[in-house]
């Protein structure tokens, strides 16, 4: 069975640009999760979907962070614009539904220099 | 907040047993313990959840103290290739929300030598 896909794998930018992360989850799965782990720490969910609707994004930073499902299957997370404190590896998870195990892609190494 | 408590470092020999601990004093009675791990470079790998029995997959085995206090993975012969942080995992309240969320700590860093 294919893995969580991401897209992609390494991103440097400038501060105040714009970036954005792709995020096609295994098939079936309708449970989807994007967070972010800085350097040395555990991830942290920035949000995370049921279908294509949001359950949780209460640690998402929503001045500057976005994120969508619209058809319940790939997922997109936007930041704009990037600081430097932004830099960390974004990772995306998917599971068959929440309680389950959850499936990590390899993550985007995201880099605001 | 239910939250864990993991050694930041533990180490074992190639070909033994590795037991992980973790306290996680505060849970509630219907929340699930997870193990994941996650190797270098690579996004966390799920290996174990459990509620009140003992678990055991082709990965590993997973103790779950009778009060659910505490827990602890055990990997019965592990390799170079188990060099990992291991995170243990439960379930967070999250207000206006009946699911709740995911915590990670900082985990144990696990290192086997030859």
């Known amino acids: 069975e294919a893995g969580v896909a991401q897209s992609p794998r390494y991103k440097i930018i400038e501060k105040r640009q714009s970036v954005a992360f792709w995020c096609n989850p295994i098939?079936?799965?309708?449970?989807l999760y994007w967070y972010q782990q800085i350097l040395g720490q555990g991830p942290k969910l920035l949000i995370q979907f049921q279908n294509n609707g949001v359950v949780d994004d209460s640690q998402l930073p929503k001045d500057r962070f976005s994120a969508e499902r619209l058809k319940g299957v790939d997922s997109t997370l936007k930041i704009q614009p990037a600081k430097l404190e932004d830099s960390a590896v974004y990772l995306c998870?998917?599971?068959?539904?929440?309680?389950?195990?959850?499936?990590f892609g390899q993550g985007t190494r995201l880099t605001v220099v | 907040d239910a939250k864990t408590t993991q050694p930041p470092s533990m180490d074992c020999a190639e070909g033994r047993a590795a037991n992980l601990p973790c306290n996680h004093s505060t849970i509630s009675g219907n929340e699930y313990v997870y193990w994941y791990r996650q190797i270098h470079s690579q996004g966390p790998q799920y290996i174990i959840h459990g509620l009140k029995n003992n678990e055991t997959n082709e990965m590993a085995s997973l103790i779950i103290t009778e009060d659910r206090k505490s827990s602890t993975l055990i990997l019965p012969h592990a390799t170079l290739r188990d060099t990992a942080v291991y995170y243990c995992?439960?379930?967070?309240?999250?207000?206006?929300?009946?699911?709740?969320?995911?915590?990670f700590g900082r985990g144990t860093q696990l290192t086997v030598w030859p």
């Open positions: 995992i439960v379930r967070v309240a999250v207000r206006g929300s009946t699911l709740g969320r995911l915590y």
């Open positions: 998870a998917s599971s068959l539904e929440v309680g389950l195990g959850a499936f």
């Open positions: 098939s079936g799965h309708a449970t």
